[in-house]
């Protein structure tokens, strides 16, 4: 159990939660905010979606226990919003409210897209709302009230507080400055691309993960050999799914990791700093990146280090990691590992490859550079592995 210390549409509150609990079973059952709804549990259809330091997250998977000190925002505390206002009455306009389920999460998700993309065409509205899923079909009217409302922004029919957020780090860490006038505003700062350049400290800086693991894999081949091959960043870049380079300066890279999550994807643009030890035959990178679609950000510290095994050599990796927006998703405990384990065996199979002379990629391996890595096809192949594993137990046990 922890307490935790939150500002809830703008009360503060305080309450003893389990480790595990989901911030959306504070807000509905401790709280009676049900506005926030719940049905897939799996950050996946965004009728949760509420605001968390005045950006839209999924408070089906975001544990209540690291937003300590965050202001959170549900739909009950938009009431008197203007952007929120001319949303319910558009949404009423364009019979886009039909069963209603999704209502609330759409509403946030509408909101934040007048307050970020003013200019945003249909195409780029229909782009939006693609983490929001509506089982009625209602996207057309949903899609038409939104375009009002932007029609009615960008006429200057609409008052919208600006925000003076100038970027977000993790969830909770930094509340919502007040504006000029003393009062806070829960607008999303625009989106606009962060340079590599501009990245700010590398690293954790200080901060507690959110992401803890250990992987490590062994080579058949000589530990100086493989520490060679991890030490030229241009070969092994490729052996990484999803990545690729964008500039090499001596010891520090600019690059990109695309990443599919169903409807979401993802580019994280940043830059690393490595460091290595070859006497230790050791490393260390910082990291930071994010990316501009979806504003997801991560920031990282990893070590790993090479030894000798009688079947040549094994490369241990711990990995420390921040991960705040929507693909935050993907930071569950048990779900981190699985998909950790898994991407851990394609890497060592594209280096062993590398070192064979081979190149990377194949069957079951990582794509080519610059190729989306697909985090739904890696979670279909985990379930595809436990099914085979339960089957196996099952029939074991039958014969005993």
């Known amino acids: 159990m922890k307490t935790i210390r939150l500002t809830v549409n703008g009360r503060a509150i305080e309450e003893t939660v389990h480790e595990r609990m989901h911030l959306a079973d504070v807000l509905r059952d401790k709280l009676d905010l049900t506005a926030t709804h719940l049905r897939c549990e799996q950050g996946v259809c965004g009728a949760c979606t509420i605001l968390i330091d005045g950006e839209p997250a999924r408070a089906c998977i975001t544990f209540p226990s690291v937003c300590d000190g965050a ?30 389920y999704c209502t609330p999460g759409m509403l946030v998700t ?49 008052p919208v507080m600006r925000s003076c957020r100038e970027s977000l780090g993790p969830v909770g860490s930094r509340p919502a400055r007040p504006s000029a006038a003393g009062a806070p505003s829960l607008s999303a700062a625009p989106a606009r691309a962060t340079p590599a350049s501009s990245m700010g400290p590398l690293g954790l800086a200080g901060a507690a993960p959110t992401v803890a693991l250990r992987q490590a894999f062994t080579v058949a081949q000589p530990p100086d050999a493989v520490w060679r091959v991890l030490s030229d960043i241009a070969a092994v870049v490729p052996c990484i799914p999803g990545a690729s380079i964008v500039s090499v300066a001596g010891d520090r890279v600019v690059g990109r990791m695309t990443v599919t999550l169903g409807p979401m994807a993802a580019a994280f643009d940043g830059e690393a700093e490595i460091a ?57 405990g048990a779900l981190v590992e699985d998909l950790a384990a898994r991407l851990t065996r394609m890497f060592a199979e594209n280096l062993a490859r590398l070192m064979a002379g081979d190149g990377t990629g194949g069957p079951g391996l990582a794509p080519a550079a610059g190729t989306a890595l697909s985090v739904g096809l890696l979670l279909r192949a985990l379930a595809t592995e436990r099914l085979n594993r339960l089957v196996a137990w099952i029939r074991a046990a039958r014969r005993r």
Do not use: K, M
Not at 73 to 81: I, P, Q, V, Y
């Open 71 to 100: 202001e959170v925002t549900t739909l009950e505390g938009l009431e008197h919003d203007p952007v929120t206002t001319a949303l319910r009455q558009t949404f009423t306009r364009e019979h886009a409210l039909q069963c209603g």
């Open 110 to 158: 509408a909101r934040d897209i007048v307050l970020r993309l003013p200019d945003a065409d249909e195409a780029r509205v229909r782009r939006e709302l693609s983490g929001n899923l509506c089982r009625c079909t209602g996207y057309g009217g949903i899609v038409r009230a939104i375009l009002s409302v932007l029609e009615a922004r960008r006429a200057g029919r609409l």
């Open 276 to 332: 290595r030890d070859g006497s230790a035959r050791r490393g260390t990178i910082l990291g930071a990146g994010s990316d501009r679609l979806t504003r997801t950000r991560v920031a990282a510290e990893a070590t790993y280090t090479v030894t000798a095994e009688p079947e040549g050599a094994r490369v241990d990796v711990t990995v420390a990691a921040v991960l705040s927006g929507p693909l935050a998703q993907v930071s569950r």
